[in-house]
């Protein structure tokens, strides 16, 4: 067991490092290429092909089951992304960045009401040994949250954001919606 803990917190880890780039971009890029790109995911992608291969033999090996959802996200396909994150939280429901990937696979198929049911889990599920290591993705995800609040529900959108500035004093995006909320 304890070996299993080492892997995925070094997946993560390098999922955060290869994957930073790529997602700091998703957060911040419009795109419509949903509809084209998934054809373009279900045709042979190697990569994908052997991590299916590798889950066949073992449906439970939550590393696999990460990589496989992380070459998912990679290749644009969103629903197979989501389906994927979705079996490793129920693996492991305790790993925070599977929520996390969750709505960011959700949020980039433009779902935003499961996007933010995911934010939530992920906000809910980060332990408090872990909040130092998420606090990029703890600020997004409160960003998130606030940003789709702020019409329903300004006071928790208000809370959200402080809770966003809290964690990434420097995001231009949360100071500009902490204004407006507070204006």
Do not use: C
């Not at 957060?27 to 419509?32: G, I, S």
């Not at 939280?89 to 996390?100: C, G, K, Q, R, T």
């Not at 969750?102 to 992920?122: F, G, L, P, R, V």
């Amino acid at each position: 067991m304890k070996m299993t803990k080492i892997n995925i917190k070094n997946l993560f880890l390098g999922l955060i490092l290869v994957g930073g780039a790529g997602f700091a971009n998703a957060q911040t890029t419009q795109t419509d290429s949903a509809t084209t790109t998934v054809t373009t995911a279900q045709s042979s992608n190697p990569t994908i092909d052997g991590l299916k291969k590798q889950i066949e033999t073992n449906p439970k090996d939550t590393e696999a089951l990460a990589k496989l959802a992380t070459a998912y996200q990679e290749a644009s396909d969103w629903t197979n992304a989501v389906d994927t994150w979705k079996k490793v939280s129920v693996l492991l429901p305790d790993w925070a960045p599977s929520y996390y990937s969750q709505a960011y696979a959700y949020q980039s198929a433009k779902d935003d009401t499961n996007a933010k049911i995911a934010y939530e889990k992920y906000v809910a599920t980060v332990k408090p040994e872990e909040v130092e290591q998420n606090k990029k993705n703890l600020a997004y995800a409160y960003f998130y949250l606030a940003f789709s609040e702020q019409q329903s529900d300004r006071a928790k959108a208000k809370e959200h954001i402080a809770k966003s500035l809290q964690y990434d004093p420097s995001n231009q995006d949360a100071i500009k919606l902490s204004k407006a909320l507070n204006s």
